[in-house]
């Protein structure tokens, strides 16, 4: 649209006004001053009027141009401007702060909304697991089929993406309290340092674009809450919102998986990157052939009270998880302890039906016979300071509990009777643990997009 067809200055004639009028089609003129500021608007039937109350063809436009017409500008909001042309307006001008013509919006013409630059953001949940565990790593089920129950917590990781006109690639993490710096992909893949998860997924989705990428958890690392494959999530989430053909829940947990397990080498199970991508209570079996996830369907009174019998603490003491799941993996050639990793299966079934029929007591005597279990999987998997905690708690209400994870340190998980809860957390922090509160969490990773200008002010400072 040529906009100097609807200036005219405010000196010119009539027959000029409507020669503009007749060029450009819309049936106005915008009157400027000398400085090019737009002082007024004439319409066709402006023109016609005065000339019918006498004026001359060579009388100022000026003469019939209204100083106080309707205009916008370029913040004004699409609503509005949709609202004046429904009103018996016909056209709006767009003026600058200096009252100069920057566009012309009518009823057959309204600008595109042009695509902003968006970023993306994404929160997932960490997983607490209540039995199975060990019969979610490949060398089990490959023969024998496994099975866990988890369900995820009020507690995230949490990312946030948004794309650089450059290939420079930035990644901050508070976890890491550590930044890198690159100067495209191939340079961010090969430097050293803390970073080789987040390279790790790289390098299973390569994308073709550079970025900043900004990562904080809200509880530690090496927890045993599955933190790892949480932080896969949400950073596979945000690029998914990148993605015209976007990943799946399978297929975001499989990448995850291929990231960390293949691409990084650390040895462990499948469930924790279903469980965050997924989220909610879940009962999963794992073959060969397919994993397959079975969302529990427990009455909400039921799990109010599972969640108000529950004590998270954590005993402060990190895990090296893979080293741990090693380890299994070499005790697993023992028929041995293959039989007590099925015999941990075949009591998740019976917690399952535990949960599904509201038997609280009974689960909670079921997380203990897990737990008795678990420890005998590797001799890594507890240790004398972890085996006082937990007899401890049992000595102050607890019926049962667990180590979260692989094993090692981490949180431990403890089901208590409701008039036993005080005595067991006091018992707890008496012993300098950190109780953790929490609450079942029924989503699992959520990903999303903004317009940076509707959320973001550039800073010098920032």
């Given at each position: 649209m040529k906009l100097d067809l609807f200036l005219i200055s405010e000196g010119a004639s009539l027959r000029d006004a409507l020669q503009q009028i007749e060029a450009n089609q819309h049936g106005i003129v915008l009157t400027t001053d000398l400085t090019g500021r737009v002082t007024g608007l004439a319409t066709d039937g402006d023109v016609r009027r005065t000339l019918l109350d006498g004026a001359q063809l060579t009388a100022a436009i000026a003469s019939c141009a209204n100083p106080n017409f309707v205009w916008a500008d370029a913040a004004s909001p699409r609503e509005l401007l949709l609202k004046q042309l429904d009103n018996r307006i016909h056209i709006i001008p767009l003026l600058d702060e200096s009252r100069r013509l920057t566009g012309i919006v009518s009823r057959d013409y309204l600008p595109r909304q042009t695509e902003e630059p968006v970023y993306a953001r994404a929160r997932s949940p960490v997983r607490i697991s209540f039995g199975g565990g060990g019969s979610d790593l490949t060398h089990f089920f490959e023969g024998d089929g496994g099975a866990v129950i988890n369900t995820t917590i009020s507690l995230y990781s949490h990312a946030t993406l948004r794309k650089r006109d450059d290939e420079k690639i930035v990644i901050h993490s508070r976890d890491l309290d550590a930044t890198l710096n690159?100067?495209?992909?191939?340079?961010?893949?090969?430097?050293?340092?803390?970073?080789?998860?987040?390279?790790?997924?790289?390098?299973?989705?390569?994308?073709?674009?550079?970025?900043?990428?900004?990562?904080?958890?809200?509880?530690?690392?090496?927890?045993?809450?599955?933190?790892?494959?949480?932080?896969?999530?949400?950073?596979?989430?945000?690029?998914?919102?990148?993605?015209?053909?976007?990943?799946?829940?399978?297929?975001?947990?499989?990448?995850?998986?291929?990231?960390?397990?293949?691409?990084?080498?650390?040895?462990?199970?499948?469930?924790?990157?279903?469980?965050?991508?997924?989220?909610?209570?879940?009962?999963?079996?794992?073959?060969?052939?397919?994993?397959?996830?079975?969302?529990?369907?427990?009455?909400?009174?039921?799990?109010?009270?599972?969640?108000?019998?529950?004590?998270?603490?954590?005993?402060?003491?990190?895990h090296d998880s893979g080293d741990i799941h090693q380890d299994q993996r070499t005790q697993m050639r023992q028929e041995a302890v293959r039989q007590k990793v099925q015999s941990n299966v075949d009591l998740t079934y019976r917690m399952r039906n535990h949960l599904l029929r509201g038997r609280l007591l009974q689960f909670g005597q079921a997380l203990h016979e897990a737990w008795e279990l678990k420890r005998q999987f590797s001799s890594k998997i507890s240790n004398s300071r972890l085996d006082t905690i937990y007899s401890d708690a049992l000595a102050h209400g607890a019926l049962g509990g667990k180590l979260l994870g692989a094993g090692g340190g981490g949180f431990f998980l403890f089901y208590v009777t409701p008039f036993r809860k005080h005595e067991l957390i006091a018992n707890l922090e008496s012993a300098g643990l950190k109780v953790r509160p929490f609450r079942f969490e029924q989503e699992g990773l959520r990903a999303w997009s903004a317009r940076e200008r509707k959320n973001h002010i550039e800073s010098d400072n920032l």
């Open positions: 690159a100067s495209d992909l191939t340079h961010a893949l090969v430097q050293k340092g803390p970073f080789g998860l987040i390279q790790a997924i790289l390098k299973a989705i390569h994308p073709d674009f550079g970025f900043e990428l900004y990562l904080h958890s809200d509880f530690p690392m090496n927890s045993g809450l599955g933190g790892s494959a949480v932080v896969s999530a949400v950073v596979l989430g945000c690029f998914n919102q990148f993605r015209q053909d976007r990943w799946d829940s399978h297929e975001l947990a499989e990448l995850a998986f291929q990231a960390e397990r293949l691409y990084l080498g650390i040895a462990g199970g499948w469930q924790d990157q279903y469980a965050t991508v997924f989220g909610g209570f879940n009962f999963m079996e794992f073959r060969m052939e397919q994993n397959i996830v079975h969302p529990l369907r427990i009455p909400s009174d039921v799990l109010l009270e599972l969640e108000e019998s529950l004590v998270l603490v954590d005993t402060s003491t990190p």
